[in-house]
T-cell receptor
Framework: GENVEQHPSTLSVQEGDSAVIKCTYSDSASNYFPWYKQELGKRPQLIID?????GEKKDQRIAVTLNKTAKHFSLHITETQPEDSAVYFC??????????FGKGTKLSVIP | NAGVTQTPKFRVLKTGQSMTLLCAQD?????MYWYRQDPGMGLRLIHYSVGEGTTAKGEVPDGYNVSRLKKQNFLLGLESAAPSQTSVYFC?????????????FGPGTRLTVL
């Protein structure tokens, strides 16, 4: 079955530095890779996603890269701010509208 | 639009009791999902529905039942609650489009089983 490994489980960075979270997947049929942000006590919300026909996508300070050959994708946050502190989840979908989530990364941005 | 709503927000049950969690969405989405979230485990799919009158098992379906009698509602039932079902439960929905897959989540239900 589908499996998504997410690393690291916790990440602390100084405000203004960059943060990178990596995920690997096993299903070669996976074609959609979203990232969700969950603030403490809140619901997960989509922040960026990428499809398998694209290698990179950017949205202001957030970017996602995808390497289909190696079956991994990464979230990059530049110029981190305290409000970026949250738990981030990667996920993958293999065409059935079902997402398999990673176990999450708790990002702490230290002012 | 309210988006995805869940009822109740919190609940405490005793072992063996039953309850139903209600999820409602006003976005006319076809697909709906129930997840549970436990510390360090991410979001795990319990059951899902691809349309009114349909349900299917996800990754962790044991101990739960679901029903989708109306397109906008998806109910999650616990017939005999166990302490292992203490968790935060999230409902989500999505429209079925090859170009748009975002799942919209409800605010969650925090369930404690004593």
């Amino acid at each position: 079955g589908e499996n998504v490994e997410q690393h690291p489980s916790t990440l602390s960075v100084q405000e203004g530095d960059s943060a990178v979270i990596k995920c690997t997947y096993s299903d070669s049929a996976s074609n959609y890779f979203p990232w969700y942000k969950q603030e403490l006590g809140k619901r997960p919300q989509l922040i960026i996603d990428i499809r398998s026909n694209v290698g990179e996508k950017k949205d202001q300070r957030i970017a996602v890269t995808l390497n289909k050959t190696a079956k991994h994708f990464s979230l990059h946050i530049t110029e981190t701010q305290p409000e970026d502190s949250a738990v981030y989840f990667c996920a993958e979908e293999a065409g059935s509208y079902q997402l398999t989530f990673g176990k999450g990364t708790k990002l702490s941005v230290i002012p | 639009n309210a988006g995805v709503t869940q009822t109740p927000k919190f609940r405490v049950l005793k072992t063996g009791q039953s309850m139903t969690l209600l999820c409602a969405q006003d976005m006319n989405h076809e697909y709906m999902y129930w997840y549970r979230q436990d510390p360090g485990m991410g979001l795990r799919l319990i059951h899902y529905s691809v349309g009114e009158g349909t349900t299917a098992k996800g990754e962790v379906p044991d101990g739960y039942n679901v029903s989708r009698l109306k397109k906008q509602n998806f109910l999650l039932g616990l017939e005999s609650a166990a302490p292992s079902q203490t968790s935060v439960y999230f409902c989500a929905s999505t429209q079925t489009s090859p170009f748009y897959n975002e799942q919209f989540f409800g605010p969650g239900t925090r369930l404690t089983v004593l």
